[in-house]
């Protein structure tokens, strides 16, 4: 059974789902090379305008499945693959608007792959955590960057230090989430919200995350000089 569905609409919306529920849709070797392979897919298609991560079961995704490490054949090789098959920067940087919709627990990992998505609608039931230090480590697949760039730092300093998780409204309250809706509605509203970005044009939300993205790094004038070219492409 796979790990990953991939559903692509007429008006070029694609659900990927994580489909992995009896265990939370924690994120294996195999769902990382089943992402991998959908990711690419998403980008390459010229029909596709916009995603939908979602999960299924009772979680969003609980984070890294935690008996799968250790297991490859070697650490080198570990970090070989993770430098050759960055997933998380080729989520970050998809050339198209992507929305997490989150329900259920989104832990470690699954709460990651939510911040990597350029919009976020969550369940009242949600919850956003980052708990690898409980375990000994530190979050990294992107946490420590993407969560201070989201929400105020002093928050992402206490989520990342503690490990505490926070429901869905205060999600919304330090703006992790842009939206909370019941759960039986959250399926609906993620479809809304892609519908009215799949009727925009193409080009213009792609230069449009571009500046965004890019310009997070610049200084201001630099950033402005950035939107400029950007919009001179774009007409």
Known sequence: MSSVLYDKDAQGIVRL???RPEKLNAVDLAMRDELWSAFEAFRDDPDARVLILRGVGDAFSAGADISDFGTAPSYVEARRARHERDLWALLLHLPKPTIAAVHGYALGAGCEMALLCDLRIGSDDARFGLPEVSLGYIPSAGGTQTLPRTVPPGVAMHMILSGDPIDAQEAYRWKLVQRVVPR????SAADDWARSLAARLPLALRYAKEAVLRGLDLPLA?????????ARLGT
């Open 184 to 187: 039986d509605q959250l399926d």
């Open 17 to 19: 789902t994580l489909n």
């Open 222 to 230: 630099d950033g402005l000089a950035l939107e400029s070219r950007l």
